[in-house]
């Protein structure tokens, strides 16, 4: 099952600044001055485990030339799909969220996942990606349960930090609760309205 997802995933992701992967030796001085002067980010994903840049875009194209990469792989297939944000900015956050809902892709399941400081130390804050899945095999792989099981037309919302999902809580029109995961340990997200 883990080998069907693998080759069936589609995930990727961008930086708004190359400071913190030159910090973390990802790229060099130089890279990020070029980067920097031109505008231009890395659109990165993952191939045999590893992190690799899939190609280079402008800066304020990232999120359009991701988006229209995962509509070109699935189309209108049902989908179960993830957006990533490095950052607690909720309108940026609903920005991703739009950007998924405006355009062609079929997304049944969603999920928002608020990207913890260690992942973050290597990619700084901004970070975003998105990452999708068929819908086929996503009910193998959870059984139609887990954290990504949302109603219909609902975003649940979960923070990835070192250890996985450390809280979650379901974002749909008039549910204000906020919940944990039961036996993570963790404190319920703090939410700003």
Known sequence: MAQQ???TICCQFTVPTLEYLRRGGRVSRGQEMVGTLLG????????????????????GQALQDIIRTLEERFGREPISIS???????????????AAVERSRLNPVR??????????????GPGFYGVSAL?????????GGCGPITTACGAWAVTELGAHGA????????????????????????????
């Open 5 to 7: 997802v693998r080759r």
């Open 40 to 59: 231009v980010r890395p659109v990165m994903g993952f191939e045999d485990g590893r992190i690799r840049v899939e190609r280079t875009v402008r800066q």
């Open 83 to 97: 957006v990533a944000h490095g950052g607690r900015d909720p309108g940026r956050m609903a920005e991703l969220r």
């Open 110 to 123: 969603r999920r928002v996942q608020l990207v913890g400081a260690t992942i973050g130390a290597h990619v």
């Open 134 to 142: 068929p819908l086929s095999v996503t009910e193998r792989v959870i």
């Open 166 to 193: 450390l809280g979650k809580r379901e974002n749909s029109p008039g549910n204000g609760e906020r919940r944990h995961l039961p036996g993570s340990g963790a404190q319920p997200l703090s939410w700003g309205s």
